[in-house]
């Protein structure tokens, strides 16, 4: 099995075309971190970015212990970077040893972040970047968890846990939607998938794993049809670099995909929507569209080759609620299995409460809530509350509009 070596200019530089920013990422690409030189305060990080971090925390965050009183006008800014964590947390040496307690639930996170984006910029040869490429036909995955799959797929040794977490931040969302579809899915019939649930997974397996052959010119061929995956109101997956999403598609070599990014966030302003394909297997939509009218340009839906991904969306949050629902009710009415992650518990509540108030009895569960077993490893902090960290993807539940009846006409397995 070979391996294709990531960019990793590529993945967190901007655009050649923005010329105004390479030559700092230059700068920075040059610099050396020796394993033992990975910490630093975040205002006298030999990286610019990192110091461009700890200046929008200083400009937008609050010291902990000022949150903490009722008077907004003495809410200040937090100054005083952590000797431990390198983040600025208080706006005092005295505030910070007032919060002392109180920062030690966040502290170890945020200097295992701190340590990991220098890591990231050190100029060392990123071997766990060094990803498999085409899969065997006869080779088989497991896709249990992340060690697992590591493992069986040949990836480069993961020698640490700091690899694994710059790993997984990277694949978390080609691999949850692989972790579905595959035949060795980690979730179980009666557990986590329903009934229904494993009647709309059925429906698409019988295409990614395809078993009845025709012969044409004496050659016998394996029939295919496309995949697509609706990643609505796509935004960080949406700017990952596309051969990123190769993983998903090595996993079914038999089958070509079409990734559709549908949501406001999914490219730039003022940018047109595209279509494009990395190779015969993968193609990329890409539509500034809400769902809801990006629904209208497609001329039908299949149970068997269609199915939808909300990426923490937020449906639950404040006045998302309401903008969410033309989009549910159009993906709902396809019948097709709507597949939705959160960053933590809390989050997925929040978002199944809405669906169960706002569609209730117009939806079957597919999957029951669950932690998912590829989620990112690595916590994101909030740079307007560092208080706040989260995994992307940490759960996963699925729904799938109500009344579907998977029915096949035996005369298409003879075309």
Request: a negative charge; hydrophobic letters at 30%.
């Amino acid at each position: 099995m070979t391996t294709r070596s990531i960019s990793w200019k590529g993945l967190f530089s901007p655009s050649k075309k923005n010329a105004s920013r390479d030559s700092t990422f230059e700068q920075s690409n040059r610099i050396k971190l020796s394993p033992d030189n990975l910490f630093h305060k975040l205002s006298k990080s030999p990286l610019p970015e990192l110091r461009d971090r700890a200046a929008i925390i200083k400009k937008y965050g609050v010291c902990a212990v000022c949150d903490t009183h009722e008077n907004h006008d003495h809410k200040k800014a937090p100054v005083y970077e952590c000797p431990d964590c390198g983040y600025p947390t208080h706006c005092s040496e005295e505030h910070y040893n007032e919060g002392y307690q109180a920062h030690q639930e966040i502290c170890h996170i945020l200097r295992e972040q701190n340590e990991d984006d220098h890591d990231l910029r050190s100029g060392r040869p990123m071997k766990e970047f060094e990803f498999p490429t085409t899969q065997g036909f006869d080779e088989t995955v497991n896709m249990a968890n992340w060690d697992v799959f590591f493992y069986t797929r040949s990836f480069p040794s993961m020698d640490s846990d700091r690899s694994m977490r710059h790993v997984s931040k990277l694949l978390t969302y080609p691999i949850t939607v692989a972790s579905i579809l595959h035949e060795s899915c980690p979730y179980q019939l009666g557990k986590e998938i329903t009934t229904e649930g494993m009647r709309s997974i059925s429906a698409l397996r019988t295409v990614l794993y395809p078993r009845n052959e025709v012969a044409k010119d004496g050659v016998t061929l394996i029939r295919s049809e496309t995949i697509n995956v609706y990643v609505v109101g796509a935004r960080a997956e949406a700017s990952l670099p596309q051969y990123i999403w190769l993983q998903l598609a090595y996993l079914f070599p038999h089958t070509p995909f079409h990734i559709h990014f549908i949501g406001p966030d999914t490219l730039p302003a003022g940018k047109e929507s595209y279509t494009e394909s990395l190779n015969e297997r993968l193609m990329f939509t890409y539509d500034n569209s809400l769902y809801h009218d990006y629904h209208e340009k497609i001329d039908k839906f299949d149970p068997y080759t269609d199915l939808f991904f909300l990426f923490s969306p937020g449906i639950g949050h404040g006045s998302a609620r309401e903008g969410w629902k033309m989009s549910i009710e159009k993906a709902l009415e396809t019948k097709c299995p709507i597949f939705i992650t959160g960053y933590d518990k809390a989050d997925v509540e929040t978002d199944i409460e809405a669906v169960e108030q706002d569609y209730q009895g117009e939806f079957d569960w597919v999957l029951n809530p669950t932690e998912n077993q590829f989620s990112s490893l690595k916590r994101d902090v909030n740079l307007m509350d560092i208080r706040q960290t989260i995994n992307a993807n940490w759960g996963i539940w699925g729904i799938r509009g109500k009344r579907y009846d998977v029915t096949h006409q035996p005369e298409d397995d003879d075309e």
